[in-house]
């Protein structure tokens, strides 16, 4: 489990360098005094909901070992690691967290929880890894007498392992790094590696639609994805028999990107491939965004095959947020930083690596060696950890994400900073917004922003204020309210926008379908 009030391992956590603490008080007048949070002792949350008779019948489910209404438990599930989720466990007033935890051992112990809380009148969140940042966790207990928190952290098997076909059935309690060695211990690996990887489940990356920082070359996770098994109060859903077929629209669709609002997705079938036997790095400079975008594009329209490819834009480059271990320190002078890497056979690794650097190189790319790429790749996991010491020393920090066509990429990146800019300035302080493409389709990319911003006032309502800026410009632009971070609550009431009245239809529709009384994840995904 991460920790209560922070991302991930608190032995990973890092104090801000004297660099990082100039750049605050030079650019957003922060002094880095720490801010006043409680602690765990000191926090208190709302009494669980659930009577005796509803505990006594969830045991009779799980065993009584895999029921708990400890405090400590709740509060470790009381939300995602969204900043509005950390700026809420700072709250010294009553927290709302589940009223209980439910860890169910298998896919009939899940059926049986849905059918008791459906009985019960008993709302049911999925709890995976505990990585959502967009409020997709929310103990929402709508018109409900209580919620529990339904954890999948015992359907953590490595079911089957199809070494022909290259496929593998994960349980969808696995961790990332679980799935990676269990999948290694045979030769093989899934290869999804987003920024949540040490902590999020293998459910999480299908119930949101992940898309990981190797997804140039093995895909997102929705790609990935052969098959999957989902629990729900209506029955259960057996999906996907072949590596193609035209038996009608795709349900496994329905599941995928649904987060838990239809079903339990339990297990999931994916493809793999082997180990790589070799790797290879390199980074590279350009003179600035557009130049360096317009390479990125020429890469991903020929398809020379990079397993990773990103750009950082000027701003992110020069405080070299893409190299998280000297954040801070200058590093890479001007320009942009991009970072390619190849995986596979040493030949196949070789001619794509080849032709990769030729175009890049044509397309006004100056090779910087490997030494920023490999920085990168080892310090590609840490960037929570500076937004938790950012939050305590007064910083408002957050990161979006949304994505376009290639012919509107600039348009997109200037109106997204222009709005989140132009809010928080009117909050009372200047903003630093980075950016860089995160991943590349050969139609557009994905655009991610890190906001960096003074804590004034109410810095709950601040940001949203700020996200809601900038989801307004995103929609104006015609870009998508999100590419990989999920709906969740966060991004809900724009989800209209996006897919029109009759798409909201249809996702009710489903939901009646497979959720009748509605006690999957309620105040989540659906308008």
Known sequence: MMQWNAWGDPAAAKPLSPAIRALLGQ???????????????????????????????????VGAANVTTDDQARLLRAGGKSTL??????????????????LPGGDRDVAEVLRFCGERSIAVVPFGGGTSVVGGLDPTRGDFKAVVSLDLR??????????????????????GPDAERLLGERGFSLGHFPQSFCFATIGGFAATRSSGQDSAGYGRFDDMVR??????????????????????????????????????????RVRVHPVPEAT??????????????????????????????????????????????????????????????????????????????????ASGGTSLGEGPAR?????????????????????????????????????????????????????????????HISHVYPTGASLYFTVVAAQRGNP??????????????????????????????????????????LGVTVLRAVKEALDPAGILNPGKLIP
């Open 27 to 61: 650019a957003l007048g922060i002094d880095g005094a720490d801010i006043d949070e409680p602690t765990l002792e000191q926090v208190r949350l709302r009494p669980s909901a659930l009577s005796p008779a509803d505990l006594d019948g969830l045991s009779a489910v």
């Open 85 to 102: 989720d950390l700026l809420r466990r700072r709250d010294f007033g009553v927290q709302d967290a589940p009223d209980a935890i439910v």
């Open 154 to 175: 015992r359907l953590d098997e490595l079911h089957s392992l199809d070494e022909v076909s290259w496929e593998a059935e994960l349980g969808a309690g696995l961790t």
């Open 227 to 268: 098959g999957l098994r989902a629990v729900t109060p209506a029955g259960v859903l057996d999906l996907g028999r072949a590596p193609a077929s035209a038996a009608g629209p795709d349900l496994r669709q329905l599941l995928l990107g649904s987060e838990g609002t239809f079903g339990i997705i339990t297990r999931v």
């Open 280 to 361: 290879r790095y390199e980074a590279w400079s350009f003179p600035d965004f557009a130049t360096g975008a317009d390479a990125l594009r020429a890469v991903a329209q020929t398809g020379t095959g990079p397993t990773v490819i990103r750009l950082s834009d000027e701003a992110e480059t020069g405080v070299n947020l893409a190299t998280t271990e000297s954040i801070g320190e200058q590093q890479v002078t001007g320009g942009c930083l991009a970072i390619t890497a190849f995986e596979g056979t040493e030949a196949h690794v070789a001619s794509r690596h080849a032709e990769t650097r030729d175009l890049l190189a």
């Open 375 to 435: 920085a990168w790749e080892h310090g590609r996991f840490n960037a929570p950890y500076l937004r938790d010491a950012l939050l305590s020393a007064g910083a408002l920090c957050e990161t979006l994400e949304t994505a376009t066509n290639w012919s509107n990429v600039a348009a997109l990146k200037a109106a997204v900073t222009e709005a989140l800019t132009g809010s928080l300035a009117e909050s009372g302080t200047p903003a630093l917004v980075l950016c």
């Open 460 to 501: 709950i309502e601040q940001w949203r204020n700020a996200k809601a800026a900038a989801s307004e410009a995103m929609l104006r632009s015609g870009a998508t309210i999100t590419h990989h971070h999920a709906v969740g609550a966060d991004h809900r009431p724009w989800m209209r926008d996006e897919i029109g009245d």
